[in-house]
Structure formats: structure tokens, C-alpha cells
């Protein structure tokens, strides 16, 4: 099967690549680093510093090698399209959304910022998998921190 992954590098959007590049499927990667960024902008470091896709991707490709890595906004309508045309997925698995609370909390620039993200990286998802694979299955995926802590 051919899976799009929309935010690959992720907590979840990594597991999910090592998962089913062992069961040898055909995978497309896209990140664009957003999230390690918008940590530094809080100036929190991880508790390990993960190494950035194509390096981690060295090991992956040992046992299957038909992986391939975008670094792409999947808020860029138009990259989307071009991902989405020229490897025509059989299923996009979407993890493409800050869950940031604390970034957001900032101040209304940060607040804006994540929304935007996050709601025009599902726009742009929605609309180029109906206008141009309408039969491809969309798997929409998350962290808690996406909808903020419960009271």
C-alpha cells in the first residue's frame, strides 16, 4: 500500500513510519520541522534530541527502501498538490498539526499562527485528495494537545 504521512517527524508520525516501513509499505514523508521550532521559540529542549528525518531514515531504509522525505508546509496548498498528484496515495495518515498549547498561549501572533497551521494543512489535504485522488482514505490522527488539557 501507498501512505502519505503528514507530519513525519513527530512523536506519533514517526512510530507510525516505523511501523509500516516494517510491514514494507510504500511511503511518502512529509514534515517541515515546525514543531522543533516553535520549541526553541520557547526555549524548551527535548529530553533527547532526535536527529532530523533523512539521518533516521538511514536505518529505516535498510529493511525497506521505498521511502521518500518532503520537507513541506502541508499548509502550501500548491506543494500538497504536486506531493499528492505525482505519488498518488492509496491512504493519507494526518499528524500535521501543532499541539502546542503552550506555543499558542503566547500571545495572539503564536495563537494565530497554530490555527492557521492546523487549519489550512487539513484544507489543503481535504481538497486535494477529493479534486485529485477522491478514492484515497484519510486518517486523521493526534495527541491530546491539539484540543488542550481537560479541566
Not at 529530553?47 to 525497506?64: E, G, I, S, W
Not at 498538490?81 to 499528524?95: E, G, L, M, Q, R
Request: hydrophobic content about 35%; some cysteine.
Amino acid at each position: 500500500m501507498k501512505i502519505l504521512i503528514l507530519g513525519a517527524d513527530g512523536y506519533l508520525g514517526w512510530s507510525m513510519t516505523a511501523s509500516l516501513a516494517k510491514d514494507n509499505h510504500e511511503l511518502i514523508l512529509v514534515d517541515n520541522y515546525s514543531k522543533r521550532k516553535y520549541m526553541e521559540d520557547l526555549k524548551r529542549k527535548p529530553l533527547y534530541k532526535m536527529p532530523l528525518v533523512p539521518q533516521r531514515l538511514k536505518n529505516l531504509k535498510k529493511t525497506n527502501k521505498k521511502i521518500i522525505f518532503y520537507k513541506t508546509d502541508c499548509s502550501d496548498y500548491k506543494k500538497m498538490k504536486a506531493i499528492i498528484t505525482k505519488h498518488k496515495p492509496d491512504a493519507v495518515i494526518h499528524f500535521a498539526e501543532l499541539p502546542s498549547a503552550p506555543y499558542s498561549m503566547l500571545g495572539a501572533k503564536e495563537g494565530w499562527k497554530t490555527l492557521q497551521n492546523n487549519i489550512q494543512s487539513t484544507y489543503n489535504l481535504v481538497w486535494n485528495v477529493k479534486t485529485h485522488r477522491p478514492n484515497c482514505h484519510i486518517i486523521k490522527l493526534g495527541t491530546m494537545g491539539e484540543y488542550g488539557t481537560p479541566n
